[in-house]
């Protein structure tokens, strides 16, 4: 809710500005990714998600890119609406012993500066 | 609308009280899982259920208890076991067509310490 933004890094984007957001996963075992943006006092919403066995993916004005040799993802918002101003994370799943096990990132805010 | 819903979305607990968090889906999902959130920290799993009469500890299981009973409901009761229940719990839910499902989640319950 309101506290989920304290402590969080932040990046602040002129509206109309594209915005590129990064995560750092852990587990080189993990195949898939998903992106999430949580509003305050609001539970998160699913953007956009990736396989592994792809590098890159386009939905309506987000683009998720995956460079496994570095274990990263980022998210890329295009012209970017005050709308969009809420905390982003991401997820890595892997699936030990056939249990899908999700990892969530701590969060990027994003500030859009109308 | 297909969706999860928590309720309250605000609760008090007393000292040495139990008390029982709310979550109900009709997207059809099997799965189902129960997030805690604190600031500056990604999702921890307390409990999650595959099908129901079924369910397994998460990280953080201590301190909480679940039930599935029903395939639409997943209560979560946080007990007076639990020392540090001050955060905002998430309750979301995946389908079951095969590996690589993003979670879907509610609006959550903020608990507090009265």
């Known amino acids: 809710g309101e506290s989920v933004g304290l402590h969080l890094p932040t990046l602040s984007v002129q509206e109309g500005d594209n915005s590129i957001i990064n995560c750092a996963y852990s587990?080189?075992?993990?195949?898939?990714f998903i992106w999430y943006k949580q509003e305050s006092g609001k539970g998160p919403q699913f953007i956009i998600d990736?396989?592994?066995?792809?590098d890159k993916r386009q939905g309506q004005r987000v683009t998720v890119l995956l460079n496994k040799t570095v274990k990263h993802l980022s998210l890329q918002i295009a012209a970017t609406q005050p709308g969009d101003s809420a905390v982003y994370f991401c997820a890595e799943m892997q699936r030990p012993g056939g249990y899908q096990k999700v990892t969530f990132g701590t969060g990027t805010k994003l500030q859009v500066i109308p | 609308d297909g969706g999860i819903t928590q309720s309250p979305k605000y609760l008090f607990r007393k000292e040495g009280q139990n008390v029982t968090l709310s979550c109900e889906q009709n997207l059809n999902h099997d799965a189902m899982y129960w997030y805690r959130q604190d600031p500056g920290q990604g999702l921890r799993l307390i409990y999650y259920s595959q099908i129901v009469n079924d369910f397994q500890k998460g990280d953080i299981a201590e301190g909480y208890s679940v039930s599935r009973e029903k395939k639409e409901s997943f209560p979560l009761t946080v007990t007076s076991a639990q020392k540090n229940p001050t955060a905002f719990y998430l309750c979301a839910s995946s389908g079951n067509t095969g590996y690589g499902q993003p979670q879907h989640f509610g609006d959550g319950t903020r608990l507090s310490i009265l």
């Open positions: 990736i396989r592994s066995n792809m």
């Open positions: 587990n080189s075992a993990s195949d898939y």
